[in-house]
């Protein structure tokens, strides 16, 4: 399969799936993905533990994150191991950071930022690879060249993101003004496409009262954004153009991160800039700089069939679904809504 060929499918693929993510996920039937009953009560009947469409959207999102990172650096023939080191000490980094960046900014302990994981991942991205380098590959060079592999991690990144702002319109989370709100211009842009948010349980109505008020799509504005940075940044990627899918990727990413807050009505914290925004444009010359610093003069050549061929191996699919799995367990477990359940039997049918 030709590079260009893989890049229109891949984006028939996520534009369709972006599609139906717009038009559906802010209904009211798309928060609680199953309830699981934990207890009983004193009135006889279960507390419930509830699953949530945002912990699966986000599980889906990591998994297609984790897949074009094993794919693009399969192109450059790294190991397999390898790559695999990268994306658990990645992963196991921002995961936690997620959570914990949240707590620090907002003062809240049960809810996950975006922008404070990548901001962490950006700083650590280049030195987990230096250190995964120091492990015995098996090769005379490193097996991971760092650039390309930063360029990669920022390509799976835009997709990961990209793709898990479906999670937030089913949480109905990182949501914008109401467009009554905003200026003439603004107004004028987003009229006739606002999003409109339903259900009591969405955090847009328990945290803002804007539940079934038309505001400023940023999500799916940052979706778009994203996964087509994403393409751009594969066909970089696949014709050798390795520092400019690592500067491409991060000055959009994170430019639209420090100007879309500008455009949300979410709490941020208490600064009129937020912090995310500092991180966002914090993040920007940092990488500049890891471009410049880690250029190797060594020309690496994409190879597009060696890329589906380290993807398609048993142990890489085994890790990508223990991805799934671990994402989903930590993130699908709503902690700020509950469920009471009962049950009974259709003695008809005895």
Known sequence: MSPLLFVLLLALFCYL???????????????ILAAMPRRRNT?????????????????????????ILFLLLGTLQVPGPAI???????????????????????????TFTVGGAVFVGTLVAPWVVGAANLLPWGTSLPAMPVLATLAAIVTAYAFGEGLGRLACLSFGCCYGKPI???????RALFAGRPLVFSGALKKIAYASNLEKIPVIPVQVLTATLYVTTGLINTWLFLDGHFASAFVFGTLVTQGWRVGSELLRADYRGELSFSAYQWMGLAAIPYALAMAVWFRDGIQHHADLAAGFAALWNPGVVLALQ?????????????????????????????
């Open 17 to 31: 799936i972006l599609a139906w993510g717009f038009r559906t996920l802010p209904g009211e039937g798309w928060q």
């Open 43 to 67: 009135t006889g009947d279960w507390e419930g533990l509830n699953l949530t469409w945002y912990g699966l959207l986000t599980a889906n999102a990591y998994l297609a994150a984790t897949a």
């Open 84 to 110: 695999l080191t990268v994306a658990v000490l990645m992963l196991g980094i921002c995961v936690p950071a997620s959570r914990i960046v949240a707590w620090l900014v907002e003062g809240k302990a049960h």
């Open 180 to 186: 009554e709100t905003c200026p003439p211009l603004l």
């Open 322 to 350: 223990g991805v799934w799995l671990a994402i989903f367990f930590y993130t699908g477990r709503s902690s700020v809504t509950g469920a009471t359940l009962s049950f009974h039997l259709h003695r008809e049918r005895v």
